[in-house]
């Protein structure tokens, strides 16, 4: 079992900035993938970005140029620093743990709120 523990969101005026944290303990394996998701209300949850334990990453077409994601592999944590935020970018927003063991195994953090005022 793997647990992840998420920090930082908030409220935040448009064009403002927010970081996000999410630490990982358990079972981590060596090699995995963690990234951030979000969910907006009424919305299906969507990728953000994620990061390979390798330092490849992948971001959604929104949030390239504004977003940067980043891991500390000896942590075990991930990091999603977000700048030039939009009302659009208002959502609860969940760290994912994934990993290739006997198959694909996934977890989520509880999720932390980011709200963008305009």
């Known amino acids: 079992q793997v647990q992840l523990v998420e920090s930082g969101g908030g409220l935040v005026q448009a064009g403002g900035s927010l970081r996000l944290s999410c630490a990982a303990s358990?079972?981590?394996?060596?090699?995995?993938?963690m990234g951030w998701y979000r969910q907006a209300p009424g919305k299906q949850r969507e990728l953000v970005a994620t990061i390979t334990t390798g330092g490849t990453t992948n971001y959604a077409d929104s949030v390239k140029g504004r977003f940067t994601i980043s891991r500390n592999n000896a942590k075990n944590t991930v990091y999603l620093q977000m700048n030039s935020l939009e009302p659009e970018d208002t959502a609860v927003y969940y760290c994912n743990y994934l990993e290739w063991v006997g198959g694909v195994n996934n977890y989520w953090g509880q999720g932390t709120q980011v709200t963008v005022s305009p």
């Open positions: 358990g079972s981590i394996v060596s090699i995995n993938a």
